[in-house]
């Protein structure tokens, strides 16, 4: 079985700061990592993914995530945050070979960007 | 494009009442997903649809009634509602790429609330 621990609940943050939300996984076999974005009163955006290759990944709105199996981790990362980074961020994995369902979220890391 | 809508935006029904919720993507996608957010929650997830068969019910109560027409198209009928099922519905679709590579995307939800 797999899990996924976003070690933050809430992270607050000036703006124009530097930010990482931090996500760790357990599984017993090799995994596809996600990081998701929610939007007050939207649904979810697919910020990026690692399935293979290079262990560093860029996204979309400047961020960019570190792959670290050793660690089993998959930190999430922007060098200059703005009030509209102010979100819900998700961390998802799906083992190798896993079914079209089989997408285990963490619990969620609320970002808020202050002025 | 990686669009998926969804309608209505949001939903007021009483418990007695009958309504659907639509979702339509024109990705190509051959899978389609329904999940359920509560406030301050990940999503969980419902039902799964790949090439417009039924292939993941995750023990939802029968209140909830799914329906595939086509591979663009996915409904969810409601019924005889309750309180607690007060949340967001998020449909997804994904290739169904077996292997696990398979990226969902997510529409904006429907905020249903069940008085």
């Known amino acids: 079985a797999q899990s996924v621990t976003q070690l933050d609940s809430q992270v607050p943050v000036f703006e124009e700061a530097p930010v990482e939300l931090r996500c760790n996984y357990s599984?017993?076999?090799?995994?596809?990592l996600f990081w998701y974005v929610q939007y007050p009163n939207q649904g979810l955006q697919l910020l990026l993914k690692y399935l293979s290759g290079s262990t560093l990944v860029k996204g979309i709105n400047g961020f960019e995530a570190e792959f670290n199996k050793s660690q089993t981790s998959f930190h999430l990362r922007k060098p200059s945050v703005h009030i509209s980074d102010t979100a819900e961020y998700f961390c998802a994995v799906r083992p190798y070979g896993g079914s079209q369902g089989n997408l285990i979220f963490g619990k969620g890391t609320k970002l808020s960007v202050k002025p | 494009d990686t669009e998926v809508t969804q309608t209505p935006k949001h939903l007021v029904m009483g418990m007695t009442n009958k309504k659907s919720l639509k979702c339509e993507q024109h990705?190509?996608?051959?899978?389609m997903y329904w999940y359920k957010q509560k406030a301050k929650k990940p999503p969980e997830l419902m039902f799964v649809y790949s090439y417009e068969k039924l292939s993941i019910n995750e023990s939802v109560p029968s209140r909830f009634s799914p329906e595939c027409p086509n591979s663009s198209l996915l409904n969810l009928h409601l019924h005889a509602l309750q309180p607690e099922d007060s949340a967001l519905y998020l449909c997804a679709s994904s290739q169904d790429r077996t292997g696990g590579t398979d990226t969902q995307y997510f529409g904006p939800g429907t905020r249903l609330t069940v008085l």
């Open positions: 990705m190509g996608h051959r899978a």
């Open positions: 599984s017993s076999v090799s995994v596809y």
